[in-house]
């Protein structure tokens, strides 16, 4: 891991945290399926938190790509230039490895013998979970689409309200106006999923509500508000930390307790499940930020490792389940493990997606991300 270089001056540790706990979190939750005799509460609860992990990428995505998107709205021309040049920087950092794992995937189907889903080429333009359920290939792709469209969405709707509809009032207020629509607009998606469909179980509502794109792209602008309000509040969010930090860490708990104690089931409140749920988490999560996002350093035997996770992230989830389980479970089956050789089992399985994350972000991700700070890619769009 030493091979990894960091500067450390540019990082935030706290973020860092958040990525690396996120991470963990995913891997943790698909260690079920390794362990598929597994009883009690324990595979719940790594459910729990392979969807939790999730929603933090989700906001921490926001946050980022919030303060360098309301940097560029604000402090200088905002053309069509300047779009490109902010969708340019996140395609080097996204479209790379997932085309390359996507290819990936491609290739283990065909070695495997299975047949290719029936409308492929939509994995190529993040649209197989646009609107309706997706295949079941590549199952991590469905996060993705969502970030990708989310960050189409906002610079296109701060440019049309800056030139076209020709709103005379400040960027710093029309930033807030057009992130305040977004999550407005897609919560009204889901208000119109409610009531015109039925959620049958939560695979049901997993598949058709939670993973679908058109329902979800707000989830990255609670992270984007967040962001806006760390750039024009700055001393009330310095001052807020610790309270909105344990605020955001009660809500969660209190409703991670209240789920079960009240039995509140997607069957019996379709409502909260499909409409509020996601509020609720994502605004518990993004509370949090104000505190992580000012803790810039840590003692390096906590930092360093929980930043090569946190570089590794992208990678670590693109490849933990649809590319090194399945292929470990293809060869080597767990079914015939117990006891201390499940232990083994799951300690290969965890060395065999670090390593091969840590190959694909040292031998492509980061040498692709690497570009975009290239004088011609600059020069073009900056």
């Given at each position: 891991m030493n091979f990894i270089q960091v500067n450390y001056a540019k990082r935030?540790?706290?973020?860092?945290?958040?990525?690396?706990?996120?991470?963990?979190?995913?891997?943790?939750?698909?260690?079920?399926?390794?362990?598929?005799?597994?009883?009690?509460?324990?595979?719940?609860?790594?459910?729990?938190?392979?969807?939790?992990?999730?929603?933090?990428?989700?906001?921490?995505?926001?946050?980022?790509?919030?303060?360098?998107?309301?940097?560029?709205?604000?402090?200088?021309?905002?053309?069509?230039?300047?779009?490109?040049?902010?969708?340019?920087?996140?395609?080097?950092?996204?479209?790379?490895?997932?085309?390359?794992?996507?290819?990936?995937?491609?290739?283990?189907?065909?070695?495997?013998?299975?047949?290719?889903?029936?409308?492929l080429w939509r994995y190529f333009f993040f649209v197989q979970n646009l609107f309706t359920e997706m295949p079941w290939f590549f199952p991590e792709s469905w996060s993705l689409s969502i970030e990708e469209f989310a960050y189409i969405i906002g610079p296109l709707l701060l440019y049309m309200f800056l030139y076209f509809l020709k709103c005379n009032i400040s960027r710093q207020r029309l930033f807030l106006l057009v992130t305040l629509l977004i999550l407005v607009m897609f919560l009204m998606t889901r208000f119109f999923y409610h009531h015109h469909e039925t959620v049958r179980n939560m695979q049901h509502w997993n598949v058709n509500v939670k993973a679908i794109v058109l329902y979800r792209i707000d989830a990255i602008y609670y992270g984007v508000l967040a962001a806006y309000l760390s750039m024009v509040r700055p001393k009330l969010w310095f001052k807020a930390r610790y309270g909105s930090f344990g605020l955001g860490i009660l809500i969660f708990l209190v409703m991670m307790a209240v789920l079960p104690i009240k039995r509140i089931y997607i069957e019996t409140h379709p409502a909260f499940w499909n409409v509020w749920y996601f509020v609720i988490l994502s605004l518990a999560i993004a509370l949090t930020l104000p505190l992580l996002a000012t803790v810039q350093t840590a003692p390096k035997v906590v930092s360093k490792p929980i930043t090569y996770i946190s570089l590794l992230s992208y990678s670590m989830y693109l490849l933990h389940y649809s590319v090194v389980m399945q292929l470990l479970k293809f060869f080597i089956p767990s079914e015939q493990f117990s006891g201390i050789d499940m232990v083994v089992y799951l300690m290969v399985y965890l060395l065999m997606v670090f390593l091969s994350s840590y190959l694909l972000y040292v031998c492509f991700e980061k040498p692709m991300m690497d570009l975009r700070d290239k004088p011609v890619i600059k020069n073009r769009f900056k």
């Open positions: 935030i540790f706290g973020l860092d945290l958040m990525r690396a706990v996120a991470i963990l979190m995913v891997v943790s939750s698909h260690v079920v399926w390794i362990l598929p005799d597994l009883r009690s509460f324990f595979p719940e609860l790594l459910s729990v938190f392979g969807a939790l992990g999730v929603e933090i990428f989700f906001v921490l995505s926001g946050f980022l790509i919030g303060r360098i998107l309301y940097n560029l709205f604000v402090q200088r021309e905002f053309t069509v230039k300047t779009m490109f040049y902010f969708w340019i920087r996140r395609w080097f950092r996204t479209l790379p490895n997932y085309y390359f794992v996507l290819l990936v995937n491609i290739a283990i189907l065909y070695y495997l013998g299975n047949s290719l889903p029936e409308h």
